[in-house]
């Protein structure tokens, strides 16, 4: 199945007490690049997002990956007096107020404002626990974001069948020119014969015209760039049917192709073949633009 290198997945869910939001989004790129945007707190959990993401199957593309998690209800933190210290804090700004004669009172708001007369003591945070947590949203962001490529896939593999076809019986309308167009010439050739010879009272030497029309043929054939361009058309349809990603596959073949096409534009004499050469390569720099978007 083709999927596409644009898409976007996002899903929000609380997960013991934490509110987790992961957006995934991506664009075209040649080779797999990924990068992570998580809450400061949970930076540690930032180096298994690529290689989780690739267990999934996401193997190409620009892939921005942003995760907020908000904790909520209980936090498991503790807080606790340090009271040898403010009983001393307390007492050296008694000292201070008698030493200089300072007005006001000494009150809690006053003590309050050192933080060291306070211990805030934090649960150990379980990392294992919190990558689980990650995960049980980013699951489900990832199958919404394989869903979108998916989906965008089998809108371009559409596309990209259709205007394989095309080419086919335009590849059908180069064979039958081709071979008119072989016929065509030994007639123009034997009618300017007979008129030069007859002018000469020489008689017509069929065998020579047989040979002139075999070289001309043979200078002009394109079967073996049609069995080509057949044989890379099955190859198509066999790499779409992959299960595996096939952008990089693809994007060879149109090379093949437009090899092909070339050299069948390089032999024509044909303004008609020309004109349907054109329209080819025309309809595989298409399919090239389009490649650029798969996986």
Same mark, same amino acid.
């Given at each position: ?9 996002? &899903? ?9 939001? @992961? ?14 945007? *998580? ?16 267990? &999934? $199957? ?11 998690? %908000?904790?909520? $209800? ?31 009172? *000494? ?9 060291? *007369? ?15 947590? +990650?995960?049980? +949203? ?14 965008? $896939?089998?809108?371009? #593999? =559409?596309?990209?069948?259709?205007? @394989?076809? $095309?080419?086919?019986?335009? !590849?059908?309308?180069?064979?039958? &020119?081709? #071979? ?15 008129? +030069? ?22 200078? @002009?054939? +394109? ?8 044989? &890379?058309?099955? =190859?198509?349809?066999?790499?779409? =049917?992959?299960?595996?990603? !096939? ?37 595989? %720099? ?10």
């Amino acid at each position: 199945m083709i999927k596409s290198m644009t898409a976007f997945g996002r &899903h929000s869910e609380a997960v013991n007490n934490k509110n987790i939001t @992961v957006e995934i989004k991506s664009v075209n790129n040649r080779y797999f690049d990924c990068s992570t945007r *998580i809450s400061r707190n949970y930076s540690f959990l930032e180096e298994k997002i690529k290689p989780y993401l690739q267990s &999934h $199957g996401i193997s190409r593309g620009k892939v921005d990956v942003s995760i907020s998690i %908000e904790l909520v $209800g209980s936090t498991d933190v503790s807080i606790s007096l340090n009271e040898e210290y403010a009983r001393a804090y307390y007492e050296a700004l008694c000292q201070l107020k008698e030493k200089l004669e300072l007005p006001g009172e *000494i009150t809690v708001a006053t003590l309050q404002r050192d933080s060291n *007369i306070f211990t805030l003591t934090k649960a150990e945070e379980d990392e294992e626990q919190d990558w689980a947590d +990650v995960c049980t +949203v980013l699951d489900k962001a990832i199958e919404k974001f394989i869903t979108a490529r998916e989906r965008e $896939g089998a809108n371009i #593999e =559409a596309d990209l069948r259709a205007k @394989v076809e $095309g080419i086919k019986e335009r !590849v059908n309308t180069v064979e039958a &020119h081709s #071979e008119e167009d072989i016929g065509a010439y030994r007639s123009r050739l034997e009618e300017k014969l007979r008129a +030069v010879l007859s002018d000469n009272k020489v008689t017509l030497d069929e065998n020579r015209i047989l040979t002139e029309c075999a070289i001309f043929a043979d200078r @002009v054939a +394109v079967d073996e760039e049609i069995v080509r361009l057949r044989s &890379h058309f099955k =190859a198509f349809e066999d790499i779409l =049917a992959s299960n595996e990603p !096939v952008g990089r596959k693809l994007d060879f073949l149109m090379q093949e192709m437009n090899r092909e096409t070339n050299t069948i534009g390089s032999k024509c004499s044909n303004s008609s073949i020309a004109h349907v050469v054109v329209d080819i390569k025309c309809e595989l %720099e298409k399919i090239r633009e389009q490649i650029q978007n798969i996986e």
